[in-house]
Nanobody
């Protein structure tokens, strides 16, 4: 069973930046695709970004393309989400997620089955 712990959320003005981190433990991190999702108040959780186990395949939601960057450092068992040019509509709880199976691409959001506790990101206008 994998454990995921997010950090790095906070309050930022529109146009600012934040970097989220997700530390994983409990299984071999380098074998699994990782993703970020978010949930705004009153809305369903939505896909933000994903990175394959190798790091060679990366996917983004259209709403964050060109502004957010997902990356991973397998030696640190950590996945990151660099968020630039933040907008008020990016305000949400951000969740880290891990693929259910080994060596996945992370291309299908329904493949993710393990979740962190979330970190709040608030963007003021």
């Amino acid at each position: 069973q994998v454990q995921l712990v997010e950090s790095g959320g906070g309050l930022v003005q529109a146009g600012g930046s934040l970097r989220l981190s997700c530390a994983a433990s409990g299984r071999t991190f380098s074998k699994y695709a990782m993703g970020w999702f978010r949930q705004a108040p009153g809305k369903e959780r939505e896909f933000v970004a994903a990175i394959s186990w190798s790091g060679r395949s990366i996917y983004y939601a259209d709403s964050v393309k060109g502004r957010f960057t997902i990356s991973r450092v397998n030696a640190k068992n950590t996945v990151y989400l660099q968020m630039n040019s933040l907008k008020p509509e990016d305000t949400a709880v951000y969740y880290c997620a891990a693929d259910r199976t080994e060596y996945g691409l992370g291309s299908d959001p329904t493949d993710f089955g393990s979740w962190g506790q979330g970190t709040q990101v608030t963007v003021s206008s």
